[in-house]
Structure formats: structure tokens, C-alpha cells
């Protein structure tokens, strides 16, 4: 199994292509592409009335010395600090839709590994997620580029990471 950062790595490039300066047509910036609601959610923006619509327009928060669009584009290292942080709160949203037991199980014709879960909720949030899980992967939502859900849980699942459930079956080999 593959370690935490090689996850990162792997987010990072399905993506981006690993650019950290990238802005896409719907304004997600940076080599993650965060959008503007993750980005009120890890304190470098603050909120406006549309989260949701990528426009930063409630202003940049000084956290960890980035004030605007282009300092964070030009900042891997924050956007990578961003990364792992974001991960942290993802896993608390699929905690909050009481999904996080499906871990290690067979949803559709794929095991759900933590960071396959990780890698559809930050695809689309935890809510489809909720949604693809709880029809039985027949909900195969897909972002805007038509991107499906299943995508991110095949190519990004089997990754360790440092929270959520661990491998039931290393667990028991250790025991």
C-alpha cells in the first residue's frame, strides 16, 4: 500500500497534472484545485453570500501569508499544507454523513478504501458521496467536466492513510 503523500501526489496530478499555478474555466485554483467554499472551510478565505461561486470576492485572510489569488497560486508548498489539512476536514464531512463505516467495503463492483472515499469527496463532497454509497454506486455522480465519482474511488483508492478506519486485514495480520 502506498503511503499518504504518495496519495497527494496521485490527487495532485488527476487534478492538475501536478501545475500549481492552474486556474480551471470554473475558477479552482492550484495544482488540488480548490474552490472557494473548501478554501472559507481551511481559513484563507473569508466567506461572501455565494460560496460556491469561486469568485474569492469575500477576500483573502492572510493565513499563512497568502492574500490573494495569485500568492496562493504561487505558493506550492501552502497549497500542498492546504492539501493535507483539507484531507483531515474531508474525512470529518464523511464522518458527519455517516459513511465513514463503509470503508472496506464492497460498494457496486469497488471496495471503498478511506482514500478512495477522500478522493470522491473531494471530487464532488461528501453528500454524493453519501449518495453513490448509499444507491450502491448506481448514483455515479460526475462534476461539471463529467468527471464520475467511480473515477477518483478506482484510481485513488488503497492509498494509507494516517486517519480513518484501518485495512481490516493488516490489522488482524498484526494482531
Avoid: C
Avoid at 484545485?33 to 481551511?42: H, K, V
Avoid at 464531512?93 to 473531494?122: F, K, N, R
Avoid at 460526475?142 to 494509507?160: A, F, H, Q, V
Amino acid at each position: 500500500m502506498s503511503n499518504f503523500g504518495a496519495f497527494l501526489i496521485a490527487l495532485k496530478m488527476m487534478e492538475s497534472g501536478g501545475d500549481y499555478q492552474i486556474v480551471n474555466s470554473l475558477n479552482f485554483i492550484g495544482a488540488y484545485q480548490f474552490g472557494e467554499a473548501a478554501l472559507i472551510d481551511l481559513g484563507y478565505v473569508s466567506r461572501d453570500r455565494d460560496p460556491y461561486d469561486n469568485n474569492f470576492s469575500g477576500g483573502w485572510t492572510g493565513k499563512n501569508g497568502i492574500n490573494s489569488t495569485n500568492q496562493f497560486l504561487n505558493a506550492p508548498a501552502v497549497q500542498d499544507d492546504a492539501a493535507v489539512e483539507w484531507m483531515h476536514v474531508m474525512w470529518g464531512y464523511i464522518e458527519d454523513q455517516q459513511i465513514d463505516s463503509y470503508a472496506w467495503t464492497e460498494v457496486g463492483a469497488m471496495e471503498l478504501t478511506p482514500s478512495g472515499m477522500l478522493a470522491a469527496a473531494h471530487l464532488l463532497g461528501a453528500g454524493s458521496l453519501a449518495q453513490y454509497i448509499k444507491s450502491d454506486g448506481r448514483a455515479d455522480l460526475r462534476d461539471p467536466y463529467g468527471m464520475p465519482l467511480s473515477n477518483y474511488i478506482e484510481k485513488l483508492n488503497g492509498y494509507d492513510i494516517p486517519f480513518g478506519p484501518g485495512d481490516p486485514q493488516v490489522v488482524a495480520l498484526n494482531n
